[in-house]
């Protein structure tokens, strides 16, 4: 199965603004929404954001009013932009269609937000 393929930054300071994309290479037939994830160490993975089909948006609480979703359907790319990190954000992010297609996971990028 072709996987989705994330890609950003990998050390950010604390309050730094990376953008990570995503390239889908499923067909979006079907899918609802797509989200953006992460697993920190030791932690289970997370659902932090997602947008529907419409374009609503959806965020847990940790990163609202800091992160921002957005498609860009000709390039098959979701992006997650991260404003105003905090060294709690340190994850491997992930994107997949929510809920998650289990066979399509990436490998993720890793994010560390350190001084």
Known sequence: QVQFVESGVGLVQ????PRLSCLNPRS???IHYMGWY???QGKQRELVVRIAIDGRVTFVDSV????TISTDNEKNTVYLEMNNLKP?????YYCNSNPPAQGYWGQGTQVTVSS
């Open 28 to 30: 979006t037939v079907g």
């Open 64 to 67: 609202k009013g800091r992160f």
């Open 88 to 92: 709690e954000d340190t994850a491997v």
């Open 38 to 40: 992460r697993q920190a």
């Open 14 to 17: 604390p309050g730094g603004s």
